[in-house]
């Protein structure tokens, strides 16, 4: 069985401020975005990492850190679309026709752990969809135009979900092919499939596994990071 892994990494990043986008910062001397593709690396059965990055970063990307890129099994850096789905779609195509499970990944995502892409890994042969996703821990409110509470939202079954978000490959590309045209924004893959009526299952993952996207999140990242 052969997997591949689609990083994502095309936004704008303007929440975190400053010049350099949020996959380039450097942690302890390395980028972001080498710190997760070498999470991903270390795992065997994984063939491919397809990395989606704006159109603007290739070549300098492909410049500074070729070498290393090819030492991580990233075969093919392409550049991303006007959305998140947009990008994801770009990298879903540039897998290999033979590869069975895809994983997608928020390319700054730099802290999750092996276990973790195994065990999601794991529960897609199970049972197609599966994706990484953190318990609720802090009491939710719904609340009204006019910010007055309408109710306590029950948290036991409510998760933060997270990547990896694994799929066999035939089933994401089908949802994809689906959707990809509707004016309408997805927040994650999942909700992709959920809509195109295929159950999806959780993989119970840790807060650690935060994304990047503010200068308190580098903090974290900086003290979590070896």
Known sequence: MKVSVVLVGAGLG???GGSVKKPFLQIHG??????????????????????????AEIISLREQWQDALDACKVKKIIAGGKRR??????????TGTDVEIVL???IVRPLVRKEHIEAVIHKVKE??????????????????SDLCIQRTVPRNNLWMAQTPQ?????LILKAFNQFKDVDREFTDDAQMVEKA???????????????????EDMHIAEALLT
């Not at 789905?85 to 540039?94: A, I, K, P, R, W």
């Not at 994706?131 to 821990?137: R, Y």
């Open 166 to 170: 694994g799929f066999k490959r035939e």
């Open 197 to 215: 009526g295929h159950p999806v299952y959780i993989v119970p993952g840790t807060d650690e596994n935060i994304k990047i996207t503010t200068p």
């Open 30 to 55: 390395k980028p972001i975005f080498l710190h997760t593709i070498e999470r991903f690396s270390q795992i065997e059965i994984i063939s491919e990492i397809i990395v989606v990055v704006g159109a």
């Open 14 to 16: 303007l929440r975190m």
């Open 104 to 106: 997608i990944h928020d």
């Open 85 to 94: 789905q947009d990008s994801v779609y770009h990298g879903l195509c540039e």
């Open 127 to 144: 049972s197609h969809a599966a994706i990484l996703a953190a318990p609720m821990k802090a009491t939710v409110k719904e609340a009204g």
